[in-house]
């Protein structure tokens, strides 16, 4: 089947009229735009949004990045915004593939910018060429294989003989023995799961180079059986000293079944497809970043739960979780972030920045609850053209500052770009901007 690639970023509108394509407009097929509406269905019951449907013609993408495959062969690439006013296709997909590396935590090799920069190819061509490289490696170093207990009839002893069913044993089959016995085999769960993702990519990837070595690892681990049964299998997989070669080439694994990654798409009708909400990758990419960063003394917890906005017949009601909190070496919070996915310009001051309201009541109940109503707060945004600096604090009541600041995901590691580092954070090579 031919394969449409269609490139397109955040937000964009699709249509099955006549348009002129750009990232942010862009023809569809019909047959592709029936399919996207299902499946809005199908996620709108998770709680998950694709798109908005704006008529009978057009529909508007939401912020969900990745790529999904119709199954008439139209591959919809969405990519997240680089909050340039420039069409960047390159930019973009390296953006992609940076907070995707983050979320898989890999390794500072595998995630270094020359790595991740070197494949100018849609998200899931670059995961299944991960995959298959990975795969590669590992089946150099060898397999590991395992005993396997086989129950079967032979016409000779082996192993054990299971009394039970021999004794069942018809007449007219009396010259066969049931046995069980263990074989050496490398027919385990985590090389049965390999196996799976391995066809995957040999049937789904459009690249040369993947599919030839997709094709020849598939002829030399043919004696092993794809997984037939996913869930059993992957809490099979197993850790440890035995399984240590395995860890790297797990997360891609993953990646190319579904397992585990947010909103991924399962499916061979449709091959690799994966979509990801942005303002997690962003959050995710940022907590990676400053965890690197904190300075002695100071840890950093993902959205803690101690606090709620309310009690309610004694009962805590309306439960507080920030993104981030800052705590000290008494276990005391010294800061809250909040991380935005959102565009802000420091030129609209009579606009409010562009800020959302809401977020500035949310920031002030953490700050009352989880800061005791004294300390400072961390608006963080992605830093873009017209958000190249922290904007004046704010002064909210009580004792709290509210700091609405840019996060440089070009930087090496990434960078809060405040006026002062704050005391939390070591001092980096990474730039201050003023």
């Not at 590992?138 to 004794?167: C, I, K």
């Amino acid at each position: 089947m031919k394969t449409n690639l269609v490139t397109v970023r955040e937000y964009a509108r699709l249509t099955t009229a006549d348009c002129a394509p750009s990232l942010d407009t862009h023809h569809v097929s019909p047959s592709a735009f029936a399919w996207l509406c299902e499946l809005q269905s199908r996620l709108s019951k998770g709680g998950a949004s694709l798109l908005e449907l704006q008529g009978q013609t057009w529909l508007r993408l939401d912020s969900l990045v990745g790529v999904v495959q119709t199954p008439c062969g139209t591959t919809l690439e969405v990519l997240p915004k680089t909050f340039s006013d420039a069409d960047d296709v390159q930019s973009s997909r390296k953006l992609l593939r940076k907070v995707v590396a983050a979320l898989l935590d890999l390794p500072g090799k595998e995630a270094s910018t020359a790595a991740l920069e070197h494949f100018d190819v849609p998200l899931t061509e670059w995961v299944m060429t991960q995959f298959v490289q990975h795969l590669q490696q590992l089946v150099r170093q060898g397999l590991r294989s395992d005993y396997v207990r086989q129950e079967e009839e032979l016409p000779f002893l082996r192993g054990q003989l299971n009394t039970t069913a021999h004794m069942r044993q018809s007449i007219g089959r009396a010259h066969l023995f049931h046995v069980r016995h263990d074989v050496f085999s490398p027919n385990q769960a985590a090389n049965r799961l390999l196996r799976l993702a391995l066809e995957r990519v040999r049937q789904a990837t459009a690249r040369p180079d993947t599919w030839r070595v997709a094709n020849e690892l598939s002829h030399r681990l043919g004696e092993i059986p794809q997984s037939m049964s996913q869930a059993q299998d992957w809490r099979a997989w197993g850790s440890g000293r035995l399984m240590a070669r395995y860890q790297s080439i797990k997360p891609w694994c993953e990646l190319v079944l579904g397992e585990g990654m947010p909103l991924a798409l399962k499916g061979k009708a449709h091959g690799v497809s994966l979509l990801f909400p942005m303002e997690k990758l962003f959050e995710n990419y940022v907590t990676r970043a400053l965890r690197k960063q904190m300075a002695d003394g100071f840890t950093l917890h993902v959205q803690p739960r101690q606090h709620s906005l309310a009690l309610h017949k004694s009962q805590p009601m309306f439960q507080l979780k920030p993104d981030l909190v800052v705590r000290d070496a008494e276990g005391c919070a010294v800061a809250v972030l909040d991380c935005k996915w959102k565009r802000v310009d420091q030129a609209l001051s009579n606009k409010k920045y562009d800020i959302e309201q809401s977020d500035m009541y949310q920031m002030l109940a953490y700050g009352c609850r989880y800061l005791l109503g004294a300390g400072e707060m961390y608006l963080v945004y992605p830093r873009w053209q017209r958000f190249e600096s922290a904007l004046p604090e704010f002064v909210l009541p009580r004792e709290l500052k509210l700091h609405a600041a840019p996060f440089d995901m070009d930087s090496d590691g990434g960078a809060l770009l405040l006026g002062l580092s704050p005391t939390f954070l070591r001092a980096t090579k990474s730039p201050i901007h003023n």
